[in-house]
Nanobody
Framework: QVQLAESGGRLVQAGGSLRLSCAAS????????MTWFRQAPGKEREFVAC????????LYGDSMKGRFTISRDNALNTVYLQMNNLKPEDTAVYYC????????????????WGQGTQVTVSS
C-alpha cells in the first residue's frame, strides 16, 4: 500500500503551464506504475498519463499527447505532470494513482488514490 498526496493545482489562464506533483509515502514507490487521472464536474474519471517504475516507458491519453509530460523521481518518491498549452477543457480535479505490474487506463483497476488537486483553466 502507498499513500499519495497531490499538489500544484491552481487557477491558470488558457495557454499557460502548470506542474502537478504527487508525493508518495512507503518504501515500495519505485515498484509502482504511477498514473494521473482527471475528473471534470459531471464527467467520468479520465485517464491522463501513466509511467513505468523506472520512468522509461510512458503512456498518454489522446487529448494530452504533445501537451502533457509525466515524469518521476524515485529518490523523492514523487511523480509529476507537466501541463503546457492548457485549455479550458483541461479544467478538472487531477488525481494520482498507483498500481503494480502494468499501466491501466481504467480507474477501476486502481486501489491507491490521492485526494486530488483542482486545476482551473480560464479562457
Amino acid at each position: 500500500q502507498v499513500q499519495l498526496a497531490e499538489s500544484g493545482g491552481r487557477l491558470v489562464q488558457a495557454g499557460g503551464s502548470l506542474r502537478l506533483s504527487c508525493a508518495a509515502s512507503g518504501r515500495t514507490f519505485s515498484s509502482y506504475f504511477m498514473t494521473w487521472f482527471r475528473q471534470a464536474p459531471g464527467k467520468e474519471r479520465e485517464f491522463v498519463a501513466c509511467i513505468s517504475p523506472s520512468g522509461g516507458a510512458t503512456l498518454y491519453g489522446d487529448s494530452m499527447k504533445g501537451r502533457f509530460t509525466i515524469s518521476r523521481d524515485n529518490a523523492l518518491n514523487t511523480v509529476y505532470l507537466q501541463m503546457n498549452n492548457l485549455k479550458p477543457e483541461d479544467t478538472a480535479v487531477y488525481y494520482c494513482a498507483a498500481r503494480p505490474f502494468v499501466c491501466n487506463r481504467s480507474p477501476l483497476q486502481y486501489d491507491n488514490w490521492g485526494q486530488g488537486t483542482q486545476v482551473t483553466v480560464s479562457s
